[in-house]
């Protein structure tokens, strides 16, 4: 299939990337060879995945105490009174 | 012998033995990492004086009884996390995040007496097959310097494989692991899934990703795989493979043993000198006692398509936590929130892993998820049973690692369809979970290694070691040595 510009563009909108014309440029070309090379999974008869997985180990669900609270949030890029700063999600947030 | 040359369980016995301290084994590597790795560029980050303090703590505590890698320096891939050691990932995005805990596997290796020499470079995010992709630059070949190492473990890779660690931990979601040690002549493993923890290794395909060891041999590779393997409750995929004790085991006896031969992976696009060299493997495991027989597994031809959407699928999902709000990078100029996850996002990421998640979100998007996701799903189930079938009637499978020797820098990134492409015969191992093992099997015409690669059934890991340890008896690729590594 063709990848145009205006698909890229939507699907980078989707994952939260602003692409340069240059990226937009060369992703576009270098999407469009994969996605074309992706054809071949057409020809797959049947769509029944199976249940290949084990099913998991589940744990308790038990509290714990943790000290990691502070150190996690002194790797957060902004933050003010022990909460992590962003813009305003409501209102003037943008369209999310 | 140099001290950097020797093996990893050879410089433990020299160490518990009392012929070599623990920090004199550490001060000559990182005196052989300030020789080399200015041109290698096999590290992100190097912890010498913390390495030092480390050494000598170790040294007080030496005493009979202890692992067979006590005392031995390593190098950590930078996406495994590390306590107060800043893992980057080789992203920009990461540039400047230290985790406040260490991946388990690191926890493993210290309580066994690792010394941590540093962080291994490798592709962003583990995306690549050359290591180019890293924010932090590329890594060399130590065998070639105008060649890639392979990646994405290419840091980990380059630096085993120039004698500036005994071993290392990388990770393999595609062939990171086995890949990486074709091209630089090491002996590496991608255990089954579930076998080794994932906790603290950043999440690339999170049902493919496996923690695994890249060494000078087999036998190293079985000690290291002691250390970190095991049930872990903070992983709940670990399961309890019921092994362990696989250095104890190496016998080398492969009488009985069968090897089976896919015919889809010695076809076009191989090299005939790697063909060549993998056909030999063959020869020397049936000189050893082993049989070995065709086989022909149809499935394979679907495996880099269905792993490609997989992988940029779960890659997609897994990259949505970056977005400059917990850790890591933000955009510096942004006007509401939006727009600080898309500058965030958009500077912070290199093109390789824009190009992913971008794949990623096309496949799982409304319209094409049941054309590429659900068809990749059914691939993936039934490349898994069809491996299933292959070990009814062999219990090994012999396969090329790639399909050349290291290709030069700058060439697979050219053509990135081709790089992908690449990955042909070490994805399957990926797809249905299986233990993947990769050899050096000699050189081609240029004098660079060529990889073989053993593929066995779930938890069939002592069986691949066995394999590649009487392998290992029998020649010895394994010890040579990269020019500019001797001396």
Known sequence: MDMTHKQVEELAHLARLSLTMQEREELAGQLEQMVAYLQVLAQVEGEECGTMEEPCALRYDEVEPSQLGDKLLSQAPQVADGYVVTPRSVGEGGMA | MKLTHLTALELGRAIAAGDVTIPQATQAALEEMARRDKSLHSCITILAEQAMERAETLQQGLKPGRSPLYGVPLLLKDNLCTQGVRTTCGSKMLEHYVPPYHATVVERVESAGGVCLGKGNLDEFAM???????????????????????????????????????????????????????????????????????????????????????????????????????????????????????????????????????????????????????????????????????????????????????????????????????????????????????????QGFGKETKARILLGTFVLSAGYYEAYYQKALAVKHRVAKAMERAFETCDVLLTPVTPTTAPKLGESLANPMEMYLSDLYTVPANLAGLPALSMP????????????????????????????????????YHTYVPRGGEG
């Not at chain 2, 056909?279 to 597994?297: D, M, N, P, Q």
């Not at chain 2, 060529?450 to 392998?471: C, D, I, M, S």
Request: hydrophobic fraction near 35%; proline fraction near 4%; aromatic fraction near 10%.
């Open chain 2, 128 to 346: 690549g097959s050359t290591t180019e992709t890293s924010y932090f630059g590329s890594t060399r070949n130590p065998w070639d310097e105008s060649r890639v190492p392979g990646g994405s473990s290419g840091g980990c890779a380059a630096a085993v494989a120039a004698g500036l660690v005994w071993y290392a931990l990388g990770s393999d979601t595609g062939g990171s692991i086995r890949q990486p040690a074709g091209y630089c002549g090491l002996t590496g493993i991608k255990p089954t899934y579930g076998t080794v923890s994932r906790y603290g290794l950043v999440a690339y395909a999170s049902s493919f990703d496996q923690v695994g060891p890249l060494c000078r041999d087999a036998a190293d590779c079985a000690a290291v795989l002691d250390v970190i393997q095991g049930r872990d409750c903070r992983d709940s995929t670990t399961v309890d493979g019921g092994y362990g004790g696989l250095l104890a085991s190496l016998a080398g006896d492969l009488r009985g043993l069968r090897v089976g031969v896919p015919v889809e992976c010695f076809g076009e696009g191989l090299h005939p000198q790697v063909a060549n060299r993998v056909k030999e493997v063959a020869r020397v495991l049936e000189h050893r006692g082993a049989t070995v027989v065709e086989l022909s597994i149809g499935e394979l031809n679907w495996v880099i398509p269905a792993y490609y959407v997989l992988a940029s699928a779960e890659a997609s999902s897994n990259l949505a936590r970056y977005d400059g709000v917990k850790y890591g990078f933000r955009a510096k100029e942004y006007h509401n929130l939006t727009q600080m996850y898309e500058n965030t996002r958009s």
């Open chain 2, 441 to 476: 099997c000699g050189v081609d015409g240029q004098g660079l290694p060529v990889g073989a690669q053993l593929v066995g059934p779930r938890f069939g890991e002592g069986v691949l070691l066995n394999a590649a340890y009487a392998y290992q008896q029998e020649t010895d």
